[in-house]
């Protein structure tokens, strides 16, 4: 049977690097937000650099359709890929998500990739694709936590990674997950 894995955490964390591990170990990976940007371009929706139009279509489709809608949407390309591998989601963000997943798919797995607040912080301040500085990403944590019920996926994961260190170190712990998997 194919496995499937939804990596989670707040911004900053890491989940990327994961997440990009097992795309290049030949997992398939489905990312939520390809969602927005998709439909976005269907509704011909121009995305602004800062990132609000993207927020309000997201709050938008989660009002019209749902606060599990984007794993709704992703459903079908989910059984399709599992066809024909393991799969990966990517963004996977709310406790309503999840939920909806695992009625569906009973052997998906959740792991959580956190880092201490203030490494996050630095990390993110510091990226080259969307930095926040400090007010910014406490805004956003915040937000994530309180409107889309981020936290409950976070804390019911059934693996951790600790990534306050080197990649190497978060490889070695996702490799050890995998054994596990």
Excluded: Q
């Amino acid at each position: 049977m194919n496995k499937i894995i939804a990596v989670v955490g707040m911004s900053g964390t890491g989940k990327s690097v994961v997440t990009d591990y097992l795309e290049e170990a030949n997992w398939k990976k489905l990312y939520f937000g390809g969602i927005t940007y998709k439909l976005m371009e269907e509704a011909g929706i121009e995305r602004t650099p800062d990132g609000k139009s993207e927020k309000e279509f997201r709050e938008k489709l989660r009002r019209d359709h749902g606060p599990e809608c984007y794993a709704k949407f992703l459903e079908p390309d989910i059984r399709e890929a599992l066809k024909e591998g393991n799969v990966v989601l990517d963004g996977l963000y709310s406790w309503y998500e999840y939920k909806y997943l695992i009625e569906r798919f009973p052997e998906l797995k959740l792991v959580c990739v956190v880092t201490d607040k203030l490494i996050r912080y630095d990390r993110v301040s510091k990226r080259p694709d969307r930095p926040f500085d400090r007010e910014a990403i406490e805004y956003r944590d915040i937000s994530e936590i309180e409107n889309l019920a981020k936290g409950g996926p976070i804390a019911y994961a059934d693996y951790y990674i600790l990534n306050n260190g080197s990649v190497e170190e978060e490889v070695k712990r996702l490799k050890e997950i995998l054994e596990e998997v």
